[in-house]
């Protein structure tokens, strides 16, 4: 398996408090992604990152910031958390991408989140 | 915008049957991947289809990818329980960014 380790594992919050997940990686992958998964959406890309400090924003970015200070650590970051936030987030690790084609993406164990 | 469709999304089926989940995509790619998630778990990566008329076996899994049409298929032969699970396809959009678009899933159970 990857080496990819997410924490915390579970987390319940209370809405309107600040929530910082981290993903630690060991395989000096350079693409990191942040997901979350919600019955009937499949897996939706909310931020990603091609080196550290460089991140862009996925398809569900608005609510999420990220910060990717090392090469192994990727951090997601919920402002000011919702209830339309709670939701399994998973990151994943890739080798390469851009231009010569994504590769296969290893994801991490999850997050479970909930915003009361 | 690219958009990933699977189908069916659920699929209910005895042991010892053949099935196929279809993956359709809208926009060009040369790349497409299936992965499994068992529920509660993390997906797991079963094939990377990398051009036109690629075909994967692995077990009673085979899957393929036609360019030309779109679409990629994941065939299961002789289906056994331990097949249950919820099978993605995601596309890689051809030369954009660093970034690829999941399908919603399909939800396998397969009864005994």
């Known amino acids: 398996d990857a080496g990819i380790t997410q924490s915390p594992r579970h987390k319940v919050t209370e809405t309107g408090t600040p929530v910082t997940l981290r993903c630690h990686q060991t395989?000096?992958?350079?693409?990191m992604y942040w997901y979350r998964q919600d019955p009937g959406h499949g897996l939706r890309l909310i931020h990603y990152?091609?080196?550290?400090?460089?991140?862009d924003k996925g398809e569900v970015s608005d609510g999420y910031s990220v910060s990717r200070s090392k090469t192994e650590d990727f951090l997601l970051t919920l402002e000011s958390a919702t209830s339309s936030q709670t939701s399994v987030y998973f990151c994943?690790?890739?080798?390469?991408?851009?231009?010569?084609?994504?590769?296969?993406?290893?994801f991490g164990p999850g997050t479970r989140l909930t915003v009361l | 915008e690219l958009k990933v469709e699977q189908n069916p999304l659920f699929l209910s089926m005895q042991e010892g049957k053949n099935y196929t989940i279809y993956c359709n995509y809208s926009?060009?790619?040369?790349?497409l991947y299936w992965y499994r998630q068992d529920p509660g778990k993390s997906l797991e990566s079963l094939f990377v289809?990398?051009?036109?008329?690629a075909v994967k076996q692995e077990g009673r899994l085979m899957a393929s990818l036609d360019t030309k049409a779109r679409l990629s298929t994941l065939h299961i032969t002789a289906a056994v329980h331990d097949l249950s699970a919820t099978y993605f396809c995601?596309?890689?959009?051809?030369?954009?960014?660093?970034?690829?678009?999941f399908g919603k899933g399909t939800r396998l159970h397969i009864l005994p």
């Open positions: 994943a690790i890739s080798l390469a991408g851009g231009s010569s084609g994504t590769d296969t993406q290893y």
């Open positions: 995601a596309v890689d959009i051809v030369r954009r960014d660093d970034k690829i678009i």
């Open positions: 395989e000096n992958h350079r693409y």
């Open positions: 289809l990398l051009s036109n008329g």
């Open positions: 926009t060009t790619s040369d790349r």
């Open positions: 990152s091609y080196g550290v400090k460089d991140t």
